[in-house]
Nanobody, 123 residues
């Protein structure tokens, strides 16, 4: 059973930056596609970014492309999301997930989720 634990959320000023982390407890982190999603109150879970274990290929939602960067540190079993200039993004809970599908951009393609970390943006 894989456990994912997100951290790094909080209040960030518009134009600032924040880095989220996701710790993976299993042995197969280095051969697993990982993704970040977010969910605002009353909304469905929305794709943010994903990174494949193959050559660390990445894919981003258009709304965050150029501002957010997903990365992974395999020796540390940790996934990251660097969020720059989040002023256009509303408050949401950010979740990391594991997928058996390379670079899946839909929540249904992920089979394990963390508990989430809250991010809010102040003007």
């Amino acid at each position: 059973q894989v456990h994912l634990v997100e951290s790094g959320g909080g209040l960030v000023q518009a134009g600032g930056s924040l880095r989220l982390s996701c710790a993976h407890s299993g042995r197969r982190f280095s051969t697993t596609t990982m993704g970040w999603f977010r969910q605002a109150p009353g909304k469905e879970r929305e794709f943010v970014a994903a990174i494949s274990w193959i050559l660390d290929n990445t894919v981003y939602a258009d709304s965050v492309k150029g501002r957010f960067t997903i990365s992974r540190d395999n020796p540390k079993n940790t996934l990251y999301l660097q969020m720059n200039d989040p002023n256009v993004d509303k408050a949401a809970v950010y979740y990391c997930g594991t997928s058996q599908v390379t670079l899946s951009i839909v929540a249904g393609g992920y089979d394990c989720w963390g508990q989430g970390t809250q991010v809010a943006v102040s003007s």
